[in-house]
T-cell receptor, first 112, second 112 residues
Framework: DSGVTQTPKHLITATGQRVTLRCSPRSGDLSVYWYQQSLDQGLQFLIQYYNGEERAKGNILERFSAQQFPDLHSELNLSSLELGDSALYFC???????????FGPGTRLTVT | EDQVTQSPEALRLQEGESSSLNCSYTVSGLRGLFWYRQDPGKGPEFLFTLYSAGEEKEKERLKATLTKKESFLHITAPKPEDSATYLCAVQDFQGGSEKLVFGKGTKLTVNP
């Protein structure tokens, strides 16, 4: 158990819908990262927050957005969902930006 | 752009048959190279961080080494429970982001 929690574990929704994925980092970790893992692309970095502020963006679509709250938990919002958004979404956290990242168990999103 | 290439894509070993996994990387300025283990449907589990050429880290049957262009994960006398996908990732100094760039992984199967 890495100490990073993610909810829900599974999510099945229809095209065009909007969903919110939630992540709670390890106690004391200030940095939160979101990654998407699909069969053909592997693990792809989406976005990073550090102590409530957006720090970096990766291959995140405009339909996707995220935020980190004062209690350091983070949410990833996915809207206007398409079939191709089906994937595993992982959250990771680290105590500071230069240290190893610990991953949560992931949310499996299926868009039908 | 940072690139990480892992080989082989898949590896089958007999229990006790030692081998090595390769991770070749191209980065502007290496901050760290990370090895993770991932079981199907689970989040990546942190194994090692290597920071500079010549560095080695060991944990049970695993040993990670680093040169200026590649890293190796040596598996000595593997057991069936070592079966998993092993992921390599790099983090660089450029761009103000601490994102990890992952390779596509090596799927290891250890037969009893």
């Amino acid at each position: 158990d890495s100490g990073v929690t993610q909810t829900p574990k599974h999510l099945i929704t229809a095209t065009g819908q909007r969903v919110t994925l939630r992540c709670s980092p390890r106690s004391g970790d200030l940095s939160v990262y979101w990654y998407q893992q699909s069969l053909d692309q592997g693990l792809q970095f989406l976005i990073q927050y550090y102590n409530g502020e957006e720090r970096a963006k990766g291959n995140i679509l405009e339909r996707f957005s995220a935020q980190q709250f004062p209690d350091l938990h983070s949410e990833l919002n996915l809207s206007s969902l398409e079939l191709g958004d089906s994937a595993l979404y992982f959250c990771a956290s680290s105590v500071a930006t230069e240290y190893e990242q610990y991953f949560g168990p992931g949310t499996r999103l299926t868009v039908t | 752009e940072d690139q990480v290439t892992q080989s082989p894509e898949a590896l089958r070993l007999q229990e006790g048959e030692s081998s090595s996994l390769n991770c070749s990387y191209t980065v502007s300025g290496l901050r760290g190279l990370f090895w993770y283990r991932q079981d199907p449907g689970k989040g990546p589990e942190f194994l090692f961080t290597l920071y500079s050429a010549g560095e080695e880290k060991e944990k049970e049957r695993l040993k990670a080494t680093l040169t200026k262009k590649e890293s190796f994960l040596h598996i000595t006398a593997p057991k069936p429970e070592d079966s998993a996908t092993y992921l390599c990732a790099v983090q660089d100094f450029q761009g103000g982001s601490e994102k990890l760039v992952f390779g596509k992984g090596t799927k290891l199967t250890v037969n009893p």
